[in-house]
């Protein structure tokens, strides 16, 4: 094992063991800020799953047996190192997937708001007693741990999101499977060590490093009693129906959005502007939540264009190590081609381009990172048709549609409306009933009147309807998702007592 990068091979951690596992295939992390390569990894395989599985299945019947605030433990030996390690490790998630360090430390911190959430609630115990329909009976809902879950987490919140998922999961009394994103394993790999230095016992929490066969391999595996995802809506889509398919299944995915922000005429066009250059550009466009759209009313349309484009010409693209970069890199050279193709869609479908940065200057690019994968906004603004597949697709990067609309709220949340997504959504408005109206019929699991729309708190369900997911893989939710319930009636007299008028009488 190494705690440094670009030393020695990092390892898979199965059955309470650093181990090379079963292949010989290697992996290296890449700055997507330099090019370089931070640290090798070796790359899981269907076996090394396996293995993994076993120790996770073998492990559920001893740690179901403690009680919570016994699991909870060991989730706050990991909580006070997030803490202490949050620089460290902020710098390790900027290096890694490239986003700014005051984000890559936002990630961390969110990482132990998650940790907090689900150990403290050990100290919360709750549950349901129903009252009987009939006579003297008890009623009341056990909750059980599902047994094993399977956790395939993103790159873009590379700390926060594996807990999200992991740190319900253990609480509740279940063991994990995960495998963390292939552009960012150098931050899984620290989060295992966490856990090792926590002392979690043998089997169960298991990372395994690797790409999506591995994942499948998590998934499909009729051990793994819930799959918890978050990523990509191809990806996402495939295991829901995949898993969420099977008797005795569960998987909650929360997968991507192509989420709009509506400026009104009533709005505060300082809190709009604001609201909508850090929904779009923050993590470069590359946060689930991002705003991609931005639907203006007419009669503030001018001033709203003319504010927010002069603010897009000018954030600062750069080393996401320095505290003046608003945006860092895009995370890989696909990347960076996905997000060409979807500005040249927009071109295609007639839009006009307003700020056209994509292409970097070559004065803008800090000095060795000359090999980073550099892009920067690209505003347009559209006519909106139904049609428009720019307004529709996720690009998952600084591109952005302005888009003008007469009339009135329901006018703006039918535009809104209009994609195959539904995850997140803001309105700027001083009038509290447009506010309502969007809240009440905005088709979105995330939705913000007066703030942008990312940075959603930890303990708030997140999670999206349409094809932005089908369940809530964090907080109150997951716990839904990672525990069964019993309805346990007791009968406490010595005549059976049946509901629906049941004769007892043989
Ligand atoms: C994501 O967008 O992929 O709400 C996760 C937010 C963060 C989580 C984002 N708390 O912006």
Redesign the pocket.
């Known amino acids: 094992m190494s705690h440094q990068s670009g030393t020695q091979l990092n390892q898979h951690y199965i059955d309470g063991e650093w181990t090379d596992g079963d292949g010989s295939d290697t992996f290296a992390s890449e700055s997507p800020a330099t090019g370089e390569t931070l640290a090798e990894f070796t790359r899981g395989t269907e076996a090394d799953v396996d293995a993994a599985l076993a120790a996770a299945d073998e492990a559920t019947e001893e740690w179901r047996e403690l009680s919570y605030i016994d699991r909870a433990e060991y989730l706050w030996e990991i909580y006070h190192e997030l803490r202490d390690r949050h620089q460290e490790l902020g710098e390790v998630v900027s290096k890694e997937c490239g986003k700014e360090i005051s984000e890559g430390k936002a990630d961390v911190t969110?990482a132990w708001h998650m940790v907090e959430w689900a150990a403290g609630n050990a100290r919360h115990p709750h549950g349901d007693v129903v009252p009987s329909e009939v006579g003297d009976k008890d009623a009341y809902m056990r909750r059980k741990p599902r047994g094993v879950v399977g956790c395939i987490t993103?790159w873009?919140?590379p700390v926060?999101?594996p807990f999200w998922h992991m740190a319900i999961a253990l609480v509740e009394g279940n063991t994990v499977v995960w495998k963390p994103a292939e552009q960012t394993p150098w931050c899984g790999q620290i989060i295992a060590e966490m856990f090792d230095d926590a002392g979690i016992p043998d089997g169960v929490f298991n990372m395994v490093q690797g790409f999506g066969d591995a994942g499948a391999a998590i998934t499909d595996d009729e051990r793994v009693d819930t799959v918890l995802f978050?990523g990509s809506a191809e990806v996402g889509q495939e295991i829901a129906s995949k898993v969420g398919g099977e008797p005795g299944k569960l998987a909650a995915c929360e997968m991507g959005g192509k989420n709009g922000i509506i400026i009104t005429e009533e709005a505060d066009l300082d809190i709009a502007v604001h609201s909508a250059i850090m929904s779009s550009f923050k993590t470069t466009g590359q946060?689930?939540?991002?705003s991609e759209r931005l639907i203006v009313h007419t009669d503030v349309y001018d001033e709203f264009k003319e504010r927010y484009v002069e603010i897009a010409e000018d954030v600062a693209v750069g080393d996401p190590l320095e505290e003046s970069t608003f945006m860092g890199p895009a995370i890989e050279p696909e990347h960076v081609e996905k997000i060409r193709k979807h500005n040249e869609l927009a071109e295609q479908e007639g839009a006009n381009v307003l700020v056209d940065r994509f292409e970097l200057g070559e004065d803008e690019i800090p000095d060795g990172h000359e090999d980073g994968n550099w892009v920067g906004p690209f505003v347009y603004e559209i006519e909106y048709d139904t049609d428009l597949r720019c307004l529709k697709e996720e690009c998952f990067g600084p591109h952005v549609a302005l888009l003008e609309y007469e009339g009135d709220i329901e006018d703006a949340v039918e535009i809104h409306n209009d994609t195959p997504y539904g995850l997140a959504g803001a309105v700027i408005s001083e009038d509290y009933r447009q506010i309502n109206y969007f809240r009440d019929h905005a088709e979105i699991g995330l939705a913000y009147a007066n703030l942008p729309c990312?940075?959603?708190e930890?303990h708030l369900p997140?999670g999206g309807v349409k094809k932005s997911g089908n369940g809530y893989p964090s907080a109150r939710e997951a716990i839904e998702a990672v525990t069964e319930r019993t309805a346990w009636t007791m009968n406490n007299s010595k005549d059976i007592q049946m509901a629906q008028g049941l004769s007892a009488d043989i």
Request: charge should be neutral; proline fraction near 6%.
């Open positions: 969110e993103p873009n919140f926060a999101i978050t946060r689930c939540v991002s990312i940075g959603a930890v997140f």
